[in-house]
């Protein structure tokens, strides 16, 4: 395959470039960068004129239910969905069945991942925290950072022991790889199944309080100045709150990273308002003050990277009534479509700091290797168009599960084609 | 839309008086009658007429008003919902002679109407039916007893009673609708 | 006028004009059950089902009556009798009940949003017979009534709930119908169980009854449930009726005379004293009454 990507701007922080360039791929290499380049009629020529080319996106955070949940999702339809929604890369959190808590689970999922889709989505496991997610002992963390696991998270549930916690992070620092916390004080959370708050009082609806979140965040902080050599990351941070003991801690020079989704930073718990089961996640959607700080945390560079929490549900498991649906949405195929929408078009971030989060910087909190566009090197990449309008909708989703909030929203941009370990998406 | 009126308000008050006189007279004196009216210009009729009849035959005259809302049979399938009024009906039905009052007889189907309304109340010994107008056009077998005023009409033709307690006036009017058949509200 | 939805989920938005055709319509409804044939025609031929997923034989049978009153044909059943229990979801129960040919849907279940849920999955008309802490509407309609009957109107009138509001769909229905109404309504009770800016829905909190009951023409005295106390939510019965619980000595101190509300079923002398309920002061059982009456206003007004 010889493709010829002409006229594109090149946004790479891993160089510093931001310009206008020509790209030659030969056989999934970069043959030739440079302006105005030529080349001969067996490339194929693609008009980037207007268009975006970007290290290939990672989604640090997403859950492609293999094993154990295939009806709701598979590697392969998880790896169509990251590949259609400009991902190069994806990590699966461990709460499948069995959970990703051993070696063969671990080698299993990232397998699976090169098998499919013409291997174009790399597919890294996170490991679990705890032997089956339970919170008690640990799972042998060691041996899965040989399988490949570039992160530790009991995700779907907290570590909730602060014992375990502690151990947790002073074992996975030997490795230099982060904790991600899911952060939630379960025993404020309940049967909770939306912020609490005044929509939560007007829907009459079991609430989940911010402090929640905060709680965990503010604990797990502590811990890690007592063990500062540890990497901690925060999922799908919600609270400005919350947010705000990550910027001090960083401040402080504590290792600690934070995502957020697009979900919360795009919707309020107003949303819930018509009890559509697609707009119950965990943590839920926050308020508008929330959203705010959010993105003033993007803005700032407190939150490092903007990831899906891509959590597929049936139709019929989510078309329950509210209290009885399972928390979570889909993502990957909306995410880059509401960061540039609602994050760069609207001059929250630049289009820079948008591939940072998206690809930069989750590498190196995972400590991937860096995506070098140069020549001579693979070409792992992401192109996006920032300006094309379009309609989110779910029927055209290549993800097996339909559970968005956002069919039918009007969205300026997306990405429009991948390419990585030698395979070519163009849409 | 050309409007022709066929009772002033002069013969407004003859009709309704000898309307009483005729009930009067077929009741020897009122005895056991009571008057119901049905809403809205029948309750009105009605409570003229009752005036009346009190007077010539110096006896008192339960009047009432029926509400048939909930006994249409066109309740269903209308854009807009004809808004239920109480039945306002304070003594015992049940072997009385009621004479059922209403400003214009049409196609039977109000009065087929009342006529449940007024048995789910109670066994009336007989009901009569008064009204001021009857325009023809019956589509029940149903036939009054007290007439003010026959009128042959056209079935585009539209009858309007006004009378003092909603229309500031008394009077009957016969309407013809535009020639660029404009519909004009009932 | 017409209603603008063609179901009943809440009182939340509803406007003025809405709610007082309702009210108004009752009024109508009322006085046919008085009368000894308390039956009228208007929805004969239609089919309504009674689908209660949670307890309720006082709601049940008042929206029963009302249905039948109303000549429709009507189907009842709760989640004993019905293939619930067996996993099927509400989503199959709905449809399938659907497919018989059903009109109208009259739901109790314990989830908020179940009614809002159903709408969505069923082209009947829906009624909302209490969706867990959400709504009640017609609860609230006939707590409306009630007070309007006794007062004549319910601007600027004076209203408590006292009791366990975060968990109550009868708090929200009545904030909601009385707020739009332009009554006065506070809410009174312990801490723990009032939820989170309630205020902003209009309402001035309390925590002593004390505080509220020189101030107000009505207590709308809510049940509390024995279970909140196991979760925590507050101490005992015993602090509980001494601290919250509404009683002849304490309202004794109040200027006037204050009328009493409950939606029923009463834990007597735990939220509301005996002699209070069945005191001259209490419209309890004319709430019951009202409650047919305003039962069939809303099937006829959403059914015709």
Not at chain 1, 121 to 138: N, Q, W
Not at chain 1, 249 to 273: I, M, W, Y
Not at chain 2, 123 to 135: F, G, H, K, M, T
Not at chain 3, 62 to 84: C, G, I, K, N, P
Request: charged fraction near 25%.
């Amino acid at each position: 395959m010889k493709l010829h990507l002409k006229g594109g701007r090149l946004v790479d922080p891993v160089s510093g470039k931001d310009e206008s360039l020509d790209l030659l791929i030969r056989d999934g290499r970069i043959e030739m960068i440079g302006r105005n380049l030529s080349a001969d009629s067996s490339f194929r020529s693609v008009d980037l004129r207007g268009k975006v080319i970007a290290p290939g996106f990672i989604d640090m955070h997403v859950h492609l239910r293999e094993p154990g949940f295939e009806h709701k999702e598979t590697i392969e339809t998880g790896c169509a969905a990251a590949a259609a929604g400009g991902f190069t890369a994806v990590c699966c959190m461990p709460n499948t069945n069995p959970a990703i808590d051993d070696e063969s689970v671990a080698t299993y999922v990232r397998e699976k991942g090169k098998s499919v889709c013409d291997g174009l989505v790399d597919v890294y496991p996170i490991g679990a925290v705890t032997k089956g997610r339970a919170g008690a002992e640990l799972a042998p963390m060691a041996e899965l950072v040989q399988a490949g696991a570039v992160g530790f998270s009991d995700d779907g549930s907290p570590v909730a022991s602060a014992e375990i916690m502690r151990r947790a992070l002073e074992y996975s620092s030997m490795y230099g790889i982060p904790i991600i916390q899911h952060a939630e004080e379960s025993t404020l959370t309940q049967d909770g199944c939306m912020n609490e708050g005044f929509v939560a009082t007007r829907l009459g609806m079991p609430g989940i309080p911010s402090v929640a979140e905060e709680l965990m965040v503010v604990r797990d902080i502590i811990l890690l100045r007592y063990i500062p050599k540890a990497r901690y990351h925060v999922a799908h941070i919600s609270t400005a709150n919350a947010l705000d003991h990550v910027r001090r801690a960083r401040k402080e020079g504590l290792d600690v990273t934070c995502e957020a989704t697009p979900h919360h930073f795009t919707l309020t718990d107003e949303a819930v308002s018509g009890f559509d089961t697609n707009t119950k996640m965990n943590p839920p959607l926050r308020t508008a003050d929330d959203v705010a700080a959010l993105k003033e945390g993007l803005r700032d560079g407190t939150i490092e990277v903007i990831a899906t929490d891509h959590a597929p549900h049936t139709i019929d498991e989510k078309d329950v009534e509210y209290t009885q649906a399972p928390f979570g949405i889909v993502g990957l195929e909306t995410v880059v479509g509401l960061s540039l929408t609602e994050l760069v078009d609207a001059k929250i971030i630049t289009l820079y700091q948008l591939v940072e989060k998206l690809s930069t910087n989750p590498r190196k909190i995972l400590s991937l290797p860096p995506i070098k566009i140069a020549e001579g090197e693979p070409a792992n990449l992401t192109l996006v168009d920032p300006v094309v309008e379009w309609t989110v909708d779910l029927a055209a989703f290549h993800s097996k599960s339909r559970n968005s909030p956002f069919h039918g929203r009007r969205l300026k941009g997306r990405a429009i084609g991948i390419l990585n370990n030698g395979s070519v998406r163009l849409s | 839309m050309k409007k022709t009126r066929l009772i002033d308000a002069e013969g407004f008050r003859r009709t309704i008086n000898r309307l009483a006189h005729e009930v009067v007279e077929r009741h020897t004196g009122a005895e056991g009658v009571a008057i119901v009216g049905i809403r809205t210009r029948g309750e009105y009729v009605a409570q003229r007429l009752a005036k009346i009849v009190e007077e010539i035959s110096a006896r008192k005259v339960p009047v009432g008003i029926l509400d048939i809302t909930l006994y249409r049979d066109d309740l269903r399938g209308r854009l807009d919902q004809p808004q239920l009024k109480s039945t306002n009906i304070l003594f015992d039905v049940t072997g009385k002679v009621i004479v059922l009052v209403d400003d214009v007889l049409f196609t039977g189907r109000t009065i087929r109407a009342a006529l449940n309304a007024l048995t789910d109340l109670g066994r009336p010994a007989l009901i009569e039916l008064l009204v001021l107008i009857d325009r023809g056009h019956r589509e029940l077998p149903i036939k009054a007893d007290f007439i003010g005023k026959s009128v042959p009409t056209s079935l585009k033709q539209q009858i309007k009673v006004m009378m003092s307690e909603t229309d500031g006036e008394d009077g009957v009017y016969l309407a013809d609708p535009d020639e660029d058949g404009k519909e004009v509200s009932a | 006028m017409k209603l603008k939805s063609r179901h009943l989920l809440g009182l939340e938005g509803m406007t003025k004009e809405e709610l007082r055709l309702i009210l108004d319509t009752a009024v109508s409804f009322r006085e046919i059950l008085d009368r000894p044939i308390k039956k009228v025609p208007p929805l004969q031929g239609k089919t309504v089902v009674n689908l209660f997923f949670e307890s309720s034989t006082r709601t049940r049978i008042s929206f029963e009556l009302a249905e039948r009153r109303l000549s429709a044909d009507v189907v009842s059943f709760s989640t004993a009798a019905s293939s619930v229990s067996k996993g099927e979801t509400l989503k199959d129960t709905a449809r399938n009940i659907e497919a018989m040919k059903i009109d109208m849907v009259v739901i109790r279940h314990a989830a908020p949003g179940s009614a809002h849920f159903l709408s969505r999955v069923v082209d009947a008309n829906v009624i909302n017979a209490g969706d867990g802490g959400h709504e009640h509407p017609t609860q609230g309609l006939l707590d409306m009534y009630t007070l309007r009957e006794k007062f004549g109107s319910l601007e600027g009138l004076r209203v408590c709930i006292v009791g366990d509001i975060t968990h109550s769909r009868v708090a929200r229905s009545n904030i909601y119908g009385l707020t739009t109404m332009g009554a006065k309504v506070s809410v009174c009770g312990p801490e723990t169980l009032i939820p989170r800016e309630i205020e902003r829905l209009g309402v001035k909190v309390y925590h002593h009854l004390e505080d509220v009951i020189p101030e107000v023409d009505v207590l709308n005295v809510l049940r509390i449930q024995l279970e909140r106390q196991k979760s925590g939510l507050f101490p005992s019965l015993r602090e509980y009726h001494r601290f919250f619980g509404v009683t002849k000595e304490k309202v004794s101190r109040a200027p006037k005379p204050i009328t009493i509300m409950h939606p029923g079923p009463i834990n007597r002398d735990v939220e509301l004293s005996a002699d209070l309920a069945d005191g001259e002061h209490s419209v309890i059982l004319q709430q019951v009454t009202n409650g047919v009456a305003v039962r069939m206003a809303v099937l006829y007004l959403l059914g015709t």
